[in-house]
């Protein structure tokens, strides 16, 4: 496929950019960004991860891409926290194969170190599929991880494939509650499942992460039923780091 040879042959620095959602509580407070990658490529035109992160995957090409994108999140990190403060935690997305390879702990640590950051700084997010393939590294990778202070997110919970055990399993530090998930629930107003949702989580200690928050009927909701963070084209979308300057200064 034309994609798998683009993304061999590329120049990371070249084509790849990061944009940044911001993350609010409650009160609307910014608490952190998820780092959301973007590929322009010279022969493809844009092509979105949803399309290349499955075919990097299988292609064996998903830890030029991961790696690319740690350092250069953590390299944007002290940035973010001049716009947001100190206590920001930066979000990054891995693809669930990565978590199966041998290097990706050091790699996190290292990067760390190069970037002067505190590991409670990042937050890890792990796709839906992470566990679908469990292998003793994936063990041995979460525990490394958590064990040097990594935050640890579950993302596109609800979308199908994360099962309440995994949740138990891997006790996350946050759940992110997926956009189709809040939409559906939304539209047929099951306050009382969103509710139970949230409340297993919270039970296990979790703190969970509304998605695809694009209007003020699915911000109530998800307040309703005890959400504590919100993420959405409501806040904002994904943006540049100079767009996240103007955006956190025009914010009233
Ligand atoms: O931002 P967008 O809607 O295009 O993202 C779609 C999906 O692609 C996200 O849900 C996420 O799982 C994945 N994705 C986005 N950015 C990254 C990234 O930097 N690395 C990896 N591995 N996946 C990403
Ligand atoms: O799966 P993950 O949450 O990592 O992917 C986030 C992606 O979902 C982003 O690329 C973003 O473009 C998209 N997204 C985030 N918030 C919203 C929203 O409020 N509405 C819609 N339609 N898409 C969203
Ligand atoms: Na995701
Ligand atoms: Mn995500």
New binding site residues.
């Given amino acids: 496929r034309q994609i798998q040879e683009e993304l061999r042959s590329l120049d990371p620095d070249e084509q790849f950019r990061l944009v940044y959602?911001p993350i609010v509580d409650a009160l609307g407070q910014v608490t952190g960004c998820e780092a959301?990658l973007r590929w322009h490529s010279p022969v493809l035109g844009s092509v979105t991860p949803d399309e290349f992160v499955p075919i990097a995957e299988s292609s064996g090409l998903f830890t030029k891409i991961d790696w690319w994108v740690i350092d250069k999140a953590m390299s944007d990190c002290a940035q973010l926290k001049s716009l947001f403060g100190p206590q920001t935690v930066l979000a990054i997305?891995i693809s669930s194969a990565e978590l199966h390879s041998r290097s990706i702990s050091d790699y996190f640590s290292d990067r760390l170190t190069r970037h002067g950051i505190q590991p409670q700084s990042i937050d890890i997010?792990l796709t839906e599929t992470f566990a679908v393939k469990v292998s003793d590294q994936l063990h041995r990778n979460i525990e490394e991880l958590r064990r040097q202070g990594f935050r640890l997110s579950i993302?596109?919970f609800g979308a199908g494939y994360t099962s309440v055990q995994q949740i138990i399993d891997y006790a996350a530090d946050t759940i992110?509650l997926d956009?189709a998930l809040v939409s559906n629930l939304a539209a047929s107003q099951s306050l009382p499942v969103l509710q139970a949702v949230i409340a297993l989580c919270h039970a296990k200690d979790m703190a969970v992460v509304g998605?695809?928050?694009?209007t003020p009927e699915k911000l109530a909701m998800l307040t309703a039923a005890g959400c504590d963070r919100f993420?959405?084209?409501l806040i904002s979308k994904?943006l540049s780091l100079d767009d996240l300057a103007i955006w956190a200064l025009t914010r009233t």
């Fill in positions: 959602m959301l997305n997010e993302d596109d992110k956009r998605e695809g928050v694009d993420q959405g084209y994904p």
